[in-house]
Structures are given as C-alpha cells and as structure tokens.
C-alpha cells in the first residue's frame, strides 16, 4: 500500500532534549514538508523539502532542523531551542499538482 | 499576508440534510484548492481537490469555486453522522510552499 508513515505516534521528552521524528513516503512523491498544529489552530509550515539534499524554512522553522538524503525520508529535529515544542506534528508529501497527502502525525509532549 | 478565512462554527445539520462549508481567501493569484476532513486527534485527509470555476461532484461532496468572489464552498448531501469533524480549506497560490490552510470549520451532524 502506497502512503506516509510517520513514527513514533506518541513522543514525551524532558525539556532541554533534542528529538527527531520520523516521516517515509512511497509515494514517490518529489516534496514533503513538515506542518505543526496547535489545539483550535491551521496548520503552521515548518520546512518544507522540493528535491532531494534541497529543503527550505517554512513560516516557523526556528528551533527546528530537517534533512533530505533520500527522496523517501524527511526527518524533523526539534531542538531545545524550540520555546514550545507540545504539538502535534504532520509530515505530508505532494505531487505535482499540489494536492498534500498527510501521514498520521506524531504528538510531542515536552515537560 | 496570504490569508484563508473559514468560520470555526460548530455547524450544526441534521442527518440526511446538506452541510454547506464555506471558505474565503485573499490571493486573487490562487490556483488549486483543497478540502480536507479531519477527525478529532487524526491527521487532515484530502477529499476534493478544483482548480476551475464551478462544481466539481464525488460521491456526497460538491465544491464549488467563484475565483471572482474569492471564494470557495464545501457541499456535503445526505450528511451523515460519520461526517461530523473538522473540515479544512487550503488554497495554492503557486509553488510548493505556497499553500495556506483555513483554521477549518467543525462540522457537527445531528443523528
């Protein structure tokens, strides 16, 4: 079956820690991005990747890093200079025509 | 500021009536447009995508387009229970990073 995977579904972490959750597509989609959602808000874009080794800040990416080393993969790191790193976070790959499909989203919980 | 304007509501229908989801934005530069459904703590999912004016028809759902008036609807027939979640408008004005989500509108159908 063709989709996104995203893991772990759950993530609690001290603050201070850094923490990367994972997104795989086989899609075969050329871009992914990274989306942030915040209980009654829209989806914030972090990064966003077009290409492989290529990827670009989206409108909250500080405290945020990404990597692209292949077209199926595009892990985001929270870093412990995120202020607010509670969300819940949503990968989502796209083609061509813009239409985004989204994986099933990791729910980060910093204390 | 790009921006894409959807009432929070809930919107409340009675089952078998039609739900009618309404969207606004403020990019006369956009070009595809994209409804999403999403369920409480579930990642958004696409069920219809337009790029033209007019209705486009699946299943259940019609939206409908007016890029003169800006603005984009959402027409649910025969609502179902099952139907009730959050609904999101999201709107592309070009370019991969060029899409805005709406805050989405709660869609609650009364059995």
């Known amino acids: 079956d063709g989709g996104i995977t995203q893991s772990p579904k759950y993530l609690f972490r001290k603050e201070g820690q850094n923490v990367t959750l994972s997104c795989e597509q086989n899609?075969?989609?050329?871009?992914m991005y990274w989306y942030r959602q915040d209980p009654g808000q829209g989806l914030r874009l972090i990064y966003y990747?077009?290409?492989?080794?290529?990827?670009q800040k989206g409108d909250i990416a500080e405290g945020y890093s990404v990597s692209r080393e292949k077209k199926e993969s595009f892990p985001l790191t929270v870093t412990s200079a995120q202020k607010n790193p509670t969300a819940f976070y949503l990968c989502?790959?796209?083609?061509?025509?813009?239409?985004?499909?989204f994986g099933p989203g990791t729910r980060l919980t910093v204390t | 500021q790009k921006e894409v304007e959807q009432n929070s509501g809930p919107l409340s229908v009675p089952e078998g009536a039609i739900a009618s989801l309404n969207c606004t934005y403020s990019?006369?530069?956009?070009?595809?447009f994209f409804w999403y459904r999403q369920y409480s703590g579930k990642s958004p999912e696409l069920i219809m995508f337009?790029?033209?004016?007019g209705d486009k028809e699946d299943g259940r759902f019609t939206a409908q387009l007016n890029k003169a008036s800006q603005y984009v609807s959402l027409l649910i027939r025969d609502s179902q229970p099952s139907d009730s979640a959050t609904y999101l408008c999201a709107v592309n004005s070009g370019g991969y990073q060029k899409v805005t989500f709406g805050t989405g509108t709660k869609l609650q159908v009364i059995p």
């Open positions: 337009i790029y033209s004016n």
């Open positions: 990747s077009q290409i492989v080794n290529d990827f």
């Open positions: 990019d006369r530069g956009s070009q595809s």
């Open positions: 989502a790959s796209s083609n061509r025509e813009w239409e985004q499909y």
């Open positions: 899609l075969n989609h050329d871009a």
